[in-house]
């Protein structure tokens, strides 16, 4: 079965940088979730999307924006990015045709800031 | 708001022993409740889940029943295997589709 897609995997950048990380859902899936976990921590939602409309927003920071395009896939943008901003960040998709809000999660973008 | 409370770990067992892991929550309304699992360099996986009070969500040996007198949610497995070591994360989310809230993760490491 088709999972949620995250890319990169992996990203490396320098403080002051920008980042742009991908998430593309389960096919037929029309939410989105952004969450971000630091070391040890648990997971901590970033903001979410519902048809393409911001549906929700978390703890996230100014310098960070996120959309979802006609395609229902998504984009997290990070300007100059800190230290802070190393973590591990997971989307998560859903279909509101569902009883329940069952997330299904990608594997993550683990983003390492020097 | 919403939160989760777990306890704490590392929870260290050995091989076939039997597995509690405690979750409480607060929530307005009626929230849908969640194990999920992270094993090492992996992304979150849903393990079990319950949408209603006296549901019991059951999946490759775990157990949890939503007790809504108790607001508890706690996570048992009757013998566990080397390969159950991760961390275990119990998760809340109310209706309406909203976020997950997420406990802060209970570390489970089993021994041969």
């Known amino acids: 079965a088709a999972g949620v897609i995250q890319s990169p995997r992996h990203l490396i950048k320098e403080k002051r940088e920008t980042a742009t990380l991908k998430c593309y859902p389960i096919?037929?899936?029309?939410?989105v979730y952004w969450y971000q976990q630091g070391p040890g921590q648990d997971p901590q939602f970033l903001i979410s999307?519902?048809?393409?409309?911001?549906?929700d927003k978390g703890s996230i920071p100014d310098r960070f924006s996120a959309q979802q395009f006609s395609d229902y896939h998504s984009e997290l943008n990070m300007s100059s990015l800190e230290l802070g901003d190393s973590a591990l960040y997971f989307c998560?998709?859903?279909?509101?045709?569902?009883?329940?809000?069952?997330?299904?999660f990608g594997p993550g973008t683990r983003l390492t800031v020097l | 708001g919403d939160s989760v409370t777990q306890m704490e770990g590392p929870v260290t067992l050995s091989e076939e022993a039997f597995l509690t892991i405690n979750c409480t929550y607060t929530?307005?309304?009626?929230?849908?409740l969640f194990w999920y699992v992270q094993y090492p360099g992996e992304g979150l996986q849903l393990l079990l889940k319950?949408?209603?009070?006296?549901d019991k969500g059951s999946n490759k040996g775990f157990e949890a029943t939503y007790r809504k007198e108790t607001t508890s949610f706690h996570l048992e497995k009757g013998s566990v295997q080397v390969s159950d070591s991760a961390v275990y994360f119990c998760?809340?989310?109310?209706?309406?589709?909203?976020?997950?809230?997420f406990g802060t993760g209970t570390r489970l490491l089993v021994s041969p």
């Open positions: 319950a949408t209603k009070a006296d």
């Open positions: 998560a998709s859903s279909t509101r045709d569902g009883y329940y809000n069952e997330q299904f």
């Open positions: 929530a307005t309304g009626y929230p849908s």
């Open positions: 096919p037929r899936h029309d939410t």
């Open positions: 998760a809340s989310s109310n209706t309406g589709f909203q976020k997950l809230v």
């Open positions: 999307f519902y048809e393409k409309m911001q549906s």
